[in-house]
């Protein structure tokens, strides 16, 4: 088990560039999550997928960002014509589906960074 | 719809002192509780986890019992050390929720050697 991967760990770009995360999530589980997360503040949710499928979005998710998970294993996570605003720490994480006891394990997360 | 409180910070205390962060929430059915923790320029690591009422979740020193009939999962260690450094997080997952972990706002923990 070599737990949830993210890459890269840190970005900068530009405003108005576009980004692409990736996450390798941990091989058994079929659930894989992202959040966004400012400093000081919790996890806020944006997508999961259960296998390939993406199951849910937040309300409060741009249509500049979008993620896929195309075999069911990894996932990226893509931001459209960035904004100072998008700057954050994007977390992944992953879980066996089945009922609200199973665990999430998360990454070490991407730091993006809107110069 | 549901939701978790945990006490503001940040806490401050010295090494080997008792510690007690409180976390209450709001859910209906029967929500499974969580405690994260994350280090400085970390992800979050799961602490431990309670999935039912009365079930006492623990790890790495760190207690936290599920109690129904006051809505807490307060988390408690009986002697911090500098390590245990960090935000903690409370968060709950209910099939209300779609089984989405839904998170307090966090506490900071300062230890003083």
């Known amino acids: 088990d070599t737990g949830v991967s993210q890459d890269p760990r840190h970005k900068i770009t530009k405003r108005g560039q576009n980004v692409t995360f990736r996450c390798d999530p941990i091989s058994e589980h079929n659930r894989l999550y992202w959040y966004r997360q400012t400093l000081g503040q919790g996890p806020e949710f944006l997508t999961y997928?259960?296998?390939?499928?993406?199951?849910?979005k937040s309300r409060l998710l741009s249509d500049r960002f979008s993620a896929e998970r195309p075999k069911g294993s990894f996932s990226t996570l893509e931001i459209q014509r960035t904004e100072q605003g998008d700057s954050a720490m994007y977390l992944c994480?992953?879980?066996?589906?089945?009922?609200?006891?199973?665990?999430?394990?998360f990454g070490d997360g991407t730091r993006l960074s809107i110069l | 719809g549901d939701s978790v409180t945990q006490m503001e910070g940040p806490v401050t205390l010295s090494e080997e002192a008792f510690l007690t962060i409180n976390c209450t929430y709001t859910?209906?059915?029967?929500?499974?509780l969580f405690w994260y923790v994350q280090y400085p320029g970390e992800g979050l690591q799961l602490l431990l986890k309670a999935t039912k009422a009365d079930d006492k979740g623990s790890n790495k020193g760190f207690e936290a019992t599920y109690r129904k009939e006051t809505t807490s999962f307060h988390l408690e260690k009986g002697s911090v050390q500098v390590s245990d450094s960090a935000v903690y997080f409370c968060a709950l997952a209910s099939m209300d929720s779609n089984y989405q972990l839904i998170w307090g706002a966090g506490t900071k923990l300062i230890i003083k050697p």
């Open positions: 994480a992953s879980s066996f589906s089945g009922g609200n006891n199973q665990p999430q394990h």
């Open positions: 859910a209906t059915g029967y929500p499974s």
């Open positions: 997928f259960q296998n390939e499928a993406q199951l849910e």
